[in-house]
């Protein structure tokens, strides 16, 4: 168990629709990532935030967003879903620093039909 | 472009077999290179490597890195079946706008079996 926790597991919703994925890091970590996962893509880097501030963004379209709370924890949010976003999406924290390893939570399998 | 390929990107070997994994990049501003395993879900943690020539071992697994051509490999020996999964090789390179240090240039995996 890496102490990321994400929820929900799973999610399936209609195209156009909106959904949030949660996700709260490990204990102590100050940096929260979103990363996507499809079969043909693999894991695409998405958005970076550090004490709640944004730190890096990486292919994140602009129909999804994300913030990290004061809690430390962090939202994805994805709107006018479509049929191609389906995917696994995966959070990860690490304390921050240069150079630290990312842990990986179990990610949340969002299927839109 | 930032670029991580991985090779190969499926392997099939019999338990006991000694299997060596490569992954080589092209990357600007280079920080350290990273090694997971993902079974079913999250990705989990090997190695991170940030110095040519040294080793880091785990057991049965070790990794290296050479800077200089610009590839890592991960060698595990005496093989079981619970070391199928997929094996990922990333870069931390700094090239996402924020300059931010972490996020992670991943390969596509080399999807490793192990048959009894």
């Known amino acids: 168990d890496s102490g990321v926790t994400q929820t929900p597991k799973h999610l399936i919703t209609a195209t156009g629709q909106r959904v949030t994925l949660r996700c709260s890091p490990r204990?102590?970590?100050?940096?929260v990532y979103w990363y996507q996962q499809s079969l043909d893509q693999g894991l695409q880097f998405l958005i970076q935030?550090?004490?709640?501030?944004?730190?890096a963004k990486g292919n994140i379209l602009e129909r999804f967003s994300a913030q990290q709370f004061p809690d430390l924890h962090s939202e994805l949010n994805l709107s006018s879903l479509e049929l191609g976003d389906s995917a696994l999406y995966f959070c990860?924290?690490?304390?921050?620093?240069?150079?630290?390893?990312?842990?990986f939570g179990n990610g949340t399998r969002l299927t839109v039909t | 472009e930032d670029k991580v390929v991985q090779s190969p990107l499926s392997l099939v070997v019999h338990e006991g077999d000694t299997v060596t994994l490569n992954c080589s990049y092209e990357?600007?501003?280079?920080?350290?290179l990273l090694w997971y395993k993902q079974e079913k879900k999250a990705p989990t943690f090997l190695f991170m490597l940030?110095?040519?020539?040294i080793e880091k071992k785990s057991g049965r697994l070790s990794s290296i890195l050479d800077k200089k051509e610009l590839f890592s490999i991960l060698n595990i020996t005496a093989t079981q079946t619970g070391d199928s999964a997929i094996y990922l090789c990333?870069?931390?390179?700094?090239?996402?706008?924020?300059?931010?240090?972490?996020?992670?240039?991943f390969g596509k995996g080399t999807h490793l079996i192990i048959q009894p």
């Open positions: 990860a924290s690490s304390v921050g620093a240069e150079n630290s390893p990312l842990h």
């Open positions: 204990s102590g970590d100050l940096s």
């Open positions: 935030y550090y004490n709640g501030e944004e730190r």
């Open positions: 990357v600007t501003n280079f920080r350290s």
């Open positions: 940030t110095s040519s020539g």
């Open positions: 990333a870069v931390s390179c700094g090239k996402y706008s924020g300059g931010g240090a972490d996020g992670l240039t």
